[in-house]
């Protein structure tokens, strides 16, 4: 599985717009990239995935820039319990069984009153 | 639809004893993972298994870790002659596995405290 790099901790005024990066250079083609998050002492929390489309839900939107190399997870309107880590993961998708996630050291989001 | 289920929560076992933790997946889904989260440390990675069968062991370490998930009941990751070393956060997820999404829906972890 390709390598992220993500900044180690980051701010966000409340009901901003958080922007959370990911550099993923050595992504290959056919690798997904997945958001979790993991609220203090909670289990990790499942936000959004992409291949290389932009996509949304109700939770974030995914920024995947064209050559694939990096992306972007916005939470638009950011709250104090939006708070936590956030892991960003690039695995393969394979028609076979699911693999397991391998989760770095994220970005430590802390929204602001 | 409830959510991926762990019990206990916290568990405090003496060194030299066994701890067993359990772990229920969502209602309809077949592959269970175990992660451990050491304190200070991310999630890593430990036994992905699918009914009455482990897929993967990888990330188990090769003494005293063993896992199962039966036919009925719950998954269970088990621990002999636990060490001060071994405590942390275990995870369980579970997910569909099929179609290659690796959406895994974690449980709240069991707490596992060597004293």
């Known amino acids: 599985d390709a390598k992220t790099t993500q900044p180690p901790s980051m701010d966000c005024a409340e009901g901003r717009a958080a922007n959370l990066p990911c550099n993923h250079s050595?992504?290959?083609?056919?690798?997904?990239v997945y958001w979790y998050r993991q609220i203090h002492s909670q289990g990790p929390q499942y936000i959004i995935h992409?291949?290389?489309n932009n996509e949304t839900n109700e939770m974030a939107s995914l920024i995947i820039t064209e050559d694939r190399k990096s992306s972007t997870l916005i939470l638009p309107h950011a709250t104090l319990r939006d708070t936590a880590v956030y892991y960003c993961?690039?695995?393969?998708?394979?028609?076979?069984?699911?693999?397991?996630?391998?989760f770095g050291s994220g970005t430590q989001l802390t929204v602001l009153p | 639809n409830a959510g991926v289920m762990q019990n206990p929560r916290h568990l405090v076992r003496r060194r030299g004893q066994e701890a067993r933790l359990r772990c229920s997946p969502m209602?309809?889904?077949?592959?269970v993972y175990w992660y451990r989260q050491l304190p200070e440390e991310g999630l890593k990675f430990m036994v992905y298994?699918?009914?009455?069968?482990?897929?993967?062991e990888s990330g188990m370490p090769k003494e005293r870790f063993s896992a199962e998930f039966p036919k009925e009941g719950p998954s269970i990751l088990r621990i002999q002659q636990v060490v001060r070393g071994d405590s942390a956060a275990y995870f369980c997820?579970?997910?569909?596995?099929?179609?290659?999404?690796?959406?895994?829906?974690f449980g709240p972890g069991t707490r596992l405290t060597v004293t």
């Open positions: 997820a579970s997910g569909l596995g099929r179609g290659g999404f690796y959406e895994q829906y």
């Open positions: 050595t992504i290959s083609g056919n690798e997904y």
């Open positions: 992409g291949l290389k």
């Open positions: 993961i690039v695995s393969m998708r394979s028609s076979g069984s699911a693999r397991q996630l391998t």
């Open positions: 209602k309809g889904h077949s592959h």
């Open positions: 298994l699918q009914k009455e069968n482990i897929i993967d």
